[in-house]
């Protein structure tokens, strides 16, 4: 018998850290709202509100058994329940990888190569994230833990030689933009954290995973999204209106001494978080598709789930327009609410009712 | 299985340079360390002074006082169209990631230059620190001095930062400028450069001779380098510096070493009122003495008074002249307003030059000697 391989909660959650750091630094405010400093401020708390609260369900799930996958749980309800989990979290995957790809090809277009066909790029980081996913959970939580060591030296770098520029005055009045503008930004913003989804799918694969480590990592990230937001404001201002990337463009100004050009070393890192997206992605989607078969063929089923996203983003690659309307779209709140609110929801009343029926049956 | 392993690597080594295109080697970059911006209003188009670093030749192909610069002049409707023309002339790749400095010439309106100044917020290899100057001739001038065997750009970037340093320069960069230009009712400002001729050696050099204040619907208003410093002191942004104060009592040199503003906003029958408080503390560097006698207590508070006296006059005259005459925000008041009344800086930004006339602002200063020197001090006489 195969033994599954197994990660410690910290690496699992590292690799969903570094998944969710690349989203914010590919986060484009001005795809959903007018910029203004103050409400992006609290349109992180915003998003850290209804994190919190589309977790719980994920934390019930986890708590009640943290050993089997909601595709596992699900096909004890019923086999066809999780064949059609199987596809939606399959799409669902694909869905977010096509997403990254197309972040990814915008940053690396917009900000180091603006002149070359950014399509090899992403082929590239694509080849090279199947190739991590394709050596394992085990081994991406550990390559985790290893870039998690500089991508944290780097925010501290940027948040510490930022904070001298820091300006109250750069911040607008509460609400100056919109107030129903500034929640929708956080529920969205909130539904950029897919990751949250891979909680319940990946559950074998972690070791004693426990409700705590979960509200660790939303605690994590949003007081990582929640100080950035604090400094592009307070040292942008209206600058990073006009900036794709504000984060980006804050830590282009990160300089310390005679260490003046660091920007490049920094950008390495975000591309090093944007690698494990995608490999976590697509080792998800092998895990989906290895459970909808019923059997593993790790490397035809990786290089499908790559091929696919790869195709997916295509079209799409360095349109910022057709990125806006995709992220904009509710189509996106949809996959996200029921990926990590209905679906363990569902799941857990399917057993509930089965075992009550077992219960009378006996 | 291991030849594959081993070719794979072989080929990523030869395929993957970072030099691949042609256009990226740096024999065929333009390496720009400076750029001078100017408008010929009879053309009306941008003239674009371009200053790059020679990277063909070796230090050791250039003398020891020849400058390692090359500057180029080019012409166009949008700085864009210009810089373009700089790579149809030389064949190679403008480069801005180097660039120290954009020195815009006076011949620019403000509305002139912040238009101009979205090509280098758009441009992907220029960065968002990159120090603006303002000139008070050719910004083309200013560029192109002699600076003795060193980068130009280089030259007036170190003279903004010792003078902003010394408190008598603003010190701005592209972001900032950027970030203030597009608040409504704010007026930015630009440090002023302007081309002197030194004696001896008989050369061109530049010196910072103040400060610029622009905004999209006023004419330009220039401040010269004691109103920097009471300008810098209004919006907390003193670093050290010196200056002398002089009363029929006292007469003594200070330097500054620390200085805290702040500004508070209240409404006073529907009108803002703006108090600033500035905290101070100087060092007395020379004292105006015959004798070389001791001074005494007295001596330090009398110093103290006429030194409160100088910084609150300066700012006074400053805020009188920007607020009352001038009709230009330098001092963020109406940002302050809005952050603070929403509503009443809505109602007041409609003409905010008359709103900006009518506020009351009230300075406070308070100066502390911290050090006397190396002299002592004498018992006051009871």
Redesign the interface.
Known sequence: MELTPKITPFQFYTILFLSRVFAMVTYVASFMTQRSSTDEVIMSLIMGGFLLLTAIPTAIFIKKDNTSSIITRASCVSTVFSKILCVIFFIQSLYFGIITSVRFGIFTG??MF???NIIFFIF?MLAASSYIAYKGIEAMGRSAVIILIPVFIALIFVFATQSKQFDL?????LF?VDIKNTFLSGLYSCTRTGELAFVTLLTPYVNNQKSRHLFRWIFAIVLTIFVSEILISGV????A???LFSMY?MS??A?FGFIE?LDAIITCLWLLCAAVKIAITIFLCETLLSAFFGKRKQILFIVISASVIFLGTIPLSGSLITLANIIRSPLTIIFYLASVFLVPIAVMIGEKIKGRAKLEKN | MKKIKLIIPLILLLT?TACM?Q?TEIKYRLVISGIGLDFDKEKGQYELTVQVLETSKSSSEQGKSETPVANYTVKGKTVAQAIRSLGENTGKYPLY?QNRMIILGSSLTDGQMIKALNFF?RE?TS???VFIAAATGKASDVLTIDAGGEVPAKLIESAIEQSNENSVCVDTEL??T???S??KTTCFTLPLIEVVEDRIPKQKTIKVTGTRACSKDVEPKMMSDTETMAYLFTMNKINTGSFSITSEDVSAALEIISSKTKTTLELKNGKPVFNIDVKCEVDVVEFDSETFTAFSENDVHKIEKAAEQYIKSGMNGLIERFTKKEHCDIF?FG??L???Y?DV?EEMSKDWKKSLSETEVNVTVSVKIGRIGEMTMKADKK
């Open positions: 917009s900000v603006p002149d070359i590239v005055l750069n911040f607008t009045s100056s942008l201002g209206n600058f209106g006009t900036q463009a282009v100004l300089e050009r | 993957l295109p256009n990631s917020v992907y960065r968002p620190d972001y900032n950027v970030n203030l597009l608040e963020r940002k302050r809005q952050q603070k929403p800086y």
